[in-house]
């Protein structure tokens, strides 16, 4: 019997407002656009939908406000025609957008996350989308994230600085927590490997 599933992969917040940021440099996956084209590629051939996300900032004059130019998909990151492309205020990308209606339009009942940050817009996603019903699949390696001071680090403090505080969560530390909160309560965990490959077979 055929699998009448229906998927969508979210690709979050890959976007250039996060490279031209000091701490960038210290990313876990620089070629996080590479990483989630895998996704991408693999959705489009099994016919799930894809949907992109950019967070947005207005008004604020930093890198996610829009009329800093920064708003927009990484080189190398190509939507087609048809596929919805949200902009979206709150961490998780339901919030303040219609994705749960694209979704509902769509018939969707399984989420794929990948995007940038593994433990802030994508795990908030991931959890949200649990409450809602969904079933999850968290792909950490396609997830970028970078560094993550100590919450009483001041806020001009230097990449250099945050890298040499003992307290700062290295990416690592931060994929490791992110997973165990998430696996068995708000999604399953899959390699990249895993999941181009289970779309791709099915």
Known sequence: MEDMTQ????????????????????????DIADRV??????????????????????GTGGAFDPAEGHV??????????GEPILHKTSHNAFTTTNLQQIFTQH??????????????????TTRVASDLGYDVVFVTEATATTPLPHWTTPA???????????????PEVIVERTEYALAGRFATIRTLDEQAGLVLRS
């Open 156 to 170: 001009d403090a230097t990449l250099e600085e945050i890298l040499a505080d003992p307290r700062t969560l290295s």
């Open 107 to 124: 018939g969707i009942r399984e989420v794929v996350i990948s995007g940038i940050r593994t433990e802030q817009c994508c795990e908030t």
């Open 37 to 58: 084209n895998v996704l991408v590629d693999a959705a489009r051939a099994k016919g799930d939908l894809v949907v992109w996300v950019l967070h947005t900032e207005p």
């Open 72 to 81: 927009r998909l990484i080189e190398g990151l190509e939507p087609r025609a």
């Open 7 to 30: 998927t969508a992969l979210i690709v979050i917040d890959v976007q250039e407002s996060f490279r031209v940021r000091p701490n960038w440099k210290a990313v876990n996956h620089p």
